[in-house]
């Protein structure tokens, strides 16, 4: 605390990240990072970027890249915004789109930094209660709300909603506007993105964090009407015109041309999840059915807090959420077979 704050410092309540250990052999499971590492040829882009040309300022539309994802995904490059992870998207869609009078809805279990930003950005929410499934349910949202955020699949349960149930919520708010955040959507979802054309109040963020191996390169982007996207451009060039170095722009390009390696990446990271459900399921563990390339599990008799002090005891590490109703899970992140290994070793040595 400091005298020197202005008073909006004093009423945020930041994000916390799952933790970086620098513990050597570390079995790290607590961040949805992808176990396979992004693909060599996002790597040799990214080295050749690193030039003399550095010393001038990247594309600030990043416009090559735009025009690649717009081709991936089949819109035009004006409905494609690009930003410094979907963190930063995320947040120049609170400030363009979601704060109104009545209040933002999303799920009262869901990405953590939804609150964050609303307090942050002076955004009005109320939460909505999942179910005892732990499901988000469309009919809960007929209600008064000025927006509507809603992750799929959800995070930090896994649970995912159809491309149709999205279609539904949209029937149902076609005057509000709705950011659908898919994050994981690669690890089994259904993409709401072909929805764009018919909806105008959509949008649709992605990551190149997760399915893409790229969390240490920052970059995320949005999918939506160009009315929604030109909203978002004014508040980046608001704020910062150049959210994407040289070495992002050209990492992302070479990512997004690399299907190759996405698919096959992703496959692996889904057999993993049959394997690590498989494995807890023997262990006493349940879960809902994951679409993301994480686990949230609950022991049949053992707390949350007792089982992940003694994994991270023996060098693995997941997350826990202190919050009611979900304070006995763990979100597990789909590891390598070697991984997956270590941590249901570790359970049978503490399950005894
Ligand atoms: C990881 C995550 C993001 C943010 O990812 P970036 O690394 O900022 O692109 C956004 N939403 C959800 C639900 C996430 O789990």
Not at 54 to 79: C, F, I, K, N, W
Not at 187 to 194: L, T
Not at 304 to 320: D, H, K, M
Request: hydrophobic letters at 45%.
């Amino acid at each position: 605390m400091s005298r020197f704050w202005s008073p909006l410092v004093h009423t945020l309540s930041p994000y916390v990240p799952g933790e970086q250990p620098k513990i050597a052999d570390l079995v790290k499971l607590n961040t949805n990072e992808s176990p396979y590492g992004p693909s060599p040829k996002a790597v040799e882009a990214i080295a050749a970027a690193a030039d003399d040309a550095l010393r001038l300022y990247p594309d600030p539309t990043s416009g090559a890249l735009r025009e690649t994802l717009a081709a991936y995904h089949g819109v035009s490059v004006e409905q494609v915004f690009v930003g410094n992870g979907s963190d930063e998207v995320l947040a120049h869609a609170f400030r363009a789109l979601l704060g109104h009078a009545a209040p933002l809805l999303f799920p009262d279990i869901t990405y953590s930094f939804y609150p964050t930003y609303c307090r942050l950005f002076d955004v009005a929410y109320e939460t909505v209660p999942l179910s005892g499934d732990l499901s988000v349910r469309i009919e809960d949202y007929r209600r008064a709300a000025g927006a509507i955020i809603i992750a799929n699949p959800n995070a930090p349960t896994g649970v995912a909603l159809t491309r149709a149930q999205i279609a539904q919520l949209l029937a149902e708010h076609p005057d509000k506007p709705v950011v659908i955040d898919e994050a994981y959507v690669d690890f089994g979802g259904e993409s709401a993105i072909p929805l764009v054309a018919d909806h105008p109040n959509l949008l649709v963020v992605q990551t190149m964090s997760k399915s893409r191996a790229l969390a240490g390169l920052r970059v995320g982007y949005a999918i939506g009407d160009a009315a929604l996207i030109e909203g978002l451009t004014r508040v980046k060039d608001s704020f910062n015109s150049y959210p994407l170095g040289r070495p992002a722009q050209a990492g992302a390009i070479a990512s997004v041309e690399d299907e190759a390696f996405f698919q096959d990446s992703r496959a692996r990271v889904i057999a993993g999840r049959r394997r690590l459900v498989e494995g807890l399921e023997a262990r006493g563990f349940s879960a809902p059915a994951s679409s993301a390339n994480f686990v949230f599990a609950r022991h049949a008799s053992r707390p949350g807090a007792e089982l992940a002090a003694e994994l991270r005891t023996r060098g693995v590490i997941v997350r826990r959420f202190d919050a009611p109703r979900i304070g006995d899970h763990l979100r597990i992140t789909v590891g390598t077979d070697g991984q997956i290994d270590r941590l249901l070793g570790a359970l049978d040595e503490i399950l005894g």
